[in-house]
Every structure is written in structure tokens, then in C-alpha cells.
């Protein structure tokens, strides 16, 4: 069923509310500052127009489990297939949920776009890579559902915060060559990913982070192995930096100098790897910005800016 937005207003400021207590406890789910500063963001650039929604639609089932997307459309209607984004949500790969992503969603279906919130199987009861299949089986769901939304199938896209930022990341990397459609994003938007999970970068680079005993909890959970030589190999096909290659998805990169849940060195090695290879990548930094809420106006503004580059970016990659 096809509800409009303004049938949602309700659920919209309880989200703002929601959002709002996150001042408290965000160490239990520190992505959340990003969507935060996502909110006031969209808000402050009047994103409410007449777009159009279109909720829980199952795109996969596995076993009893049924996994749904939510479809946003852009408000005028089609004269030509439209570009479209898939955005996913973070939250350790553990927890979270599609409709986190709503704002962002209507924000990048006002620009045009037909947007695919879509949710996936969580550790520790599936770990990797039941994620990564599920997010490609979206996309593909997407391709083959490409005529029936009027969604153009070779401009698809990626957006996806912390850890839905690295599933987005794997989407513009690798594809599974044994099924007859393409998984594969045209571009990557990340917002704070993580590129190297291997425990040993971790503990390095988060060596003083009070942070680094939950990551490492996080990241056990993900994989469902403990590291050792005999593992390496699993973590390191976890690894986005490990799927690098010359024939990677443009990737526009967003993340805060002072995370201590993904260290800025996590992107920044991504981004040394894409050049290497010569495929088109930017790396916004944020000064003052860690992983969690900040709501100092300069650091929300800088961030606000770069997400608007991001869709430019976009833009840039599905529109020409």
C-alpha cells in the first residue's frame, strides 16, 4: 500500500523525539549521532514535498525469516526511468532498522531519486556474510523490479552509515558472478565505514579509544570466528579494503577526525587503495566529529556540507 508522506507526520516527530533522547546512551549505538545530524539537516533544508512511500515489501526470505524493504518515490511522476539508492542503516551490523534511514530517504527521493531502505539479518545469530547476501539480493531485487517502479538498472546507488556504510562499501566492490543479475552499485556514498576489520588493525588503531573492548565484542560477533592465522582469510573477505580493485564503484567518503569507534585511519587507507587503482574517490574530514552525537554548530554545518556534496556526488554518477 502507497501511504503519503504527509500521512506520516506522527511518526515523524516521534523519531525526532526518539533521536533527541539519543543524547543519552549513545555509547550503545554511536552511528546514531550521525542520523541525528542528518535530521536537523533535511529539516533545515525543507524536504517535505509529496513523496511517496511504500512500506515493507519482502525482497528475500530465508528460512522463516522474512527480509523487507521500504520503497520512497520521488513526487512528480516518471516520463523516463529514474535513477535510484539503496540506503542502510548502522548499527554494528547487530541491530537497527530501515526506517532509521527515513529522512535520508526522503531527502534523495525529493532530488529525484526512487530510494530503497532496506533491512538485513543481524549478528550474532547471522554473521558474515548473511549481510552482504542480503543487501545484494536487494539490489538485484531492485534490477528485476527495475520496470515495474520505472527505475533505471545500471543507475543504481549506495548510501550507508557505519556499518551499513561498509555493506555499501562491499555492494560497490564485489558481486556474485553465480547469479544472473548483477549486484553491483554504480557509486558508493560512506558515512564513518569501516574498511579493515582484521582485530589486529583494530586494537592498533583503537589502542586508546575507551571504545575498543565493545568494537572487538562487535567484530566477533560480525564474523562469528575469533582471528587467528587459520581465520585471517574471513576477515579479510569481510574486509572492504581487500576487494579493491580497478574495476571498483567512484566512492565519496565522509567521516570524523576524532572517531574513536572507526578510526579516520579506516578511510583513509580505503582511500589511499582506491587511488592506487586509479578509480575516482573523495574523503570529506570532519574536524571535532567522532563517531557519536555532536551538536556543536560548526561541526554540524561542516557535516551538513559534506552530505551535500555527497548528493551532488550522486548526481554527478546516476543523473548523466
Given at each position: 500500500?502507497?501511504?503519503?508522506?504527509?500521512?506520516?507526520?506522527?511518526?515523524?516527530?516521534?523519531?525526532?523525539?526518539?533521536?533527541?533522547?539519543?543524547?543519552?546512551?549513545?555509547?550503545?549505538?554511536?552511528?546514531?549521532?550521525?542520523?541525528?545530524?542528518?535530521?536537523?539537516?533535511?529539516?533545515?533544508?525543507?524536504?517535505?514535498?509529496?513523496?511517496?512511500?511504500?512500506?515493507?515489501?519482502?525482497?528475500?526470505?530465508?528460512?522463516?525469516?522474512?527480509?523487507?524493504?521500504?520503497?520512497?518515490?520521488?513526487?512528480?511522476?516518471?516520463?523516463?526511468?529514474?535513477?535510484?539508492?539503496?540506503?542502510?542503516?548502522?548499527?554494528?551490523?547487530?541491530?537497527?532498522?530501515?526506517?532509521?534511514?527515513?529522512?535520508?530517504?526522503?531527502?534523495l527521493?525529493?532530488?529525484?531519486?526512487?530510494?530503497?531502505?532496506?533491512?538485513?539479518?543481524?549478528?550474532?545469530?547471522?554473521?558474515?556474510?548473511?549481510?552482504?547476501?542480503d543487501?545484494?539480493?536487494?539490489?538485484?531485487?531492485?534490477?528485476?523490479?527495475?520496470?515495474?517502479?520505472?527505475?533505471?538498472?545500471?543507475?543504481?546507488?549506495?548510501?550507508?552509515?557505519?556499518?551499513g556504510?561498509?555493506?555499501?562499501?562491499?555492494?560497490?566492490?564485489?558481486?556474485?558472478?553465480?547469479?544472473?543479475?548483477?549486484?553491483?552499485?554504480?557509486?558508493?556514498?560512506?558515512?564513518?565505514?569501516?574498511?579493515?576489520?582484521?582485530?589486529?588493525?583494530?586494537?592498533?588503531?583503537l589502542?586508546?579509544?575507551?571504545?575498543?573492548?565493545?568494537?572487538?565484542q562487535?567484530?566477533?560477533?560480525?564474523?562469528?570466528?575469533?582471528?587467528?592465522?587459520?581465520?585471517?582469510?574471513?576477515?579479510?573477505?569481510?574486509?572492504?579494503?581487500?576487494?579493491?580493485?580497478?574495476?571498483?564503484?567512484?566512492?565519496?567518503?565522509?567521516?570524523?577526525i576524532?572517531?574513536?569507534?572507526?578510526?579516520?585511519?579506516?578511510?583513509?587507507?580505503?582511500?589511499?587503495?582506491?587511488?592506487?587503482?586509479?578509480?575516482?574517490?573523495?574523503?570529506?574530514?570532519?574536524?571535532?566529529?567522532?563517531?557519536?552525537?555532536?551538536?556543536?554548530?560548526?561541526?554540524?554545518?561542516?557535516?551538513?556540507?559534506?552530505?551535500?556534496?555527497?548528493?551532488?556526488?550522486?548526481?554527478?554518477?546516476?543523473?548523466?
Open positions: 500500500m502507497i501511504d503519503r508522506i504527509s500521512e506520516m507526520k506522527r511518526e515523524r516527530a516521534k523519531l525526532y523525539r526518539y533521536l533527541c533522547r539519543l543524547l543519552i546512551g549513545l555509547r550503545s549505538w554511536p552511528y546514531k549521532g550521525y542520523l541525528l545530524v542528518l535530521y536537523c539537516g533535511i529539516f533545515g533544508f525543507g524536504c517535505h514535498r509529496e513523496v511517496s512511500v511504500q512500506q515493507n515489501i519482502v525482497y528475500r526470505q530465508v528460512g522463516d525469516t522474512q527480509l523487507e524493504l521500504d520503497l520512497y518515490f520521488p513526487p512528480s511522476k516518471p516520463k523516463k526511468p529514474r535513477p535510484a539508492v539503496i540506503v542502510l542503516h548502522g548499527g554494528a551490523w547487530r541491530h537497527g532498522d530501515k526506517g532509521d534511514m527515513m529522512e535520508v530517504a526522503i531527502k527521493a525529493k532530488r529525484g531519486y526512487v530510494v530503497a531502505s532496506v533491512g538485513y539479518r543481524f549478528a550474532p545469530d547471522w554473521p558474515f556474510p548473511a549481510q552482504l547476501e543487501v545484494q539480493a536487494a539490489v538485484r531485487w531492485l534490477r528485476q523490479h527495475a520496470e515495474e517502479y520505472q527505475i533505471e538498472p545500471e543507475k543504481i546507488g549506495g548510501l550507508g552509515a557505519s556499518a556504510a561498509h555493506l555499501v562499501a562491499l555492494l560497490g566492490l564485489v558481486d556474485d558472478a553465480s547469479k544472473p543479475v548483477s549486484s553491483k552499485v554504480a557509486c558508493v556514498v560512506s558515512l564513518a565505514g569501516p574498511a579493515d576489520l582484521r582485530l589486529p588493525t583494530c586494537r592498533t588503531e589502542a586508546n579509544s575507551p571504545e575498543l573492548e565493545v568494537v572487538e562487535w567484530l566477533f560477533d560480525f564474523i562469528g570466528h575469533p582471528y587467528n592465522a587459520e581465520t585471517d582469510q574471513l576477515w579479510r573477505a569481510a574486509s572492504p579494503l581487500f576487494h579493491v580493485t580497478t574495476e571498483a564503484a567512484p566512492f565519496f567518503m565522509i567521516h570524523g576524532v572517531d574513536q569507534v572507526v578510526s579516520i585511519k579506516q578511510s583513509e587507507a580505503l582511500l589511499k587503495a582506491l587511488k592506487a587503482n586509479r578509480v575516482k574517490v573523495e574523503l570529506r574530514l570532519i574536524p571535532d566529529l567522532g563517531h557519536s552525537l555532536d551538536v556543536k554548530p560548526k561541526v554540524l554545518y561542516r557535516f551538513w556540507q559534506a552530505i551535500r556534496a555527497s548528493f551532488r556526488f550522486l548526481d554527478q554518477h546516476l543523473k548523466k
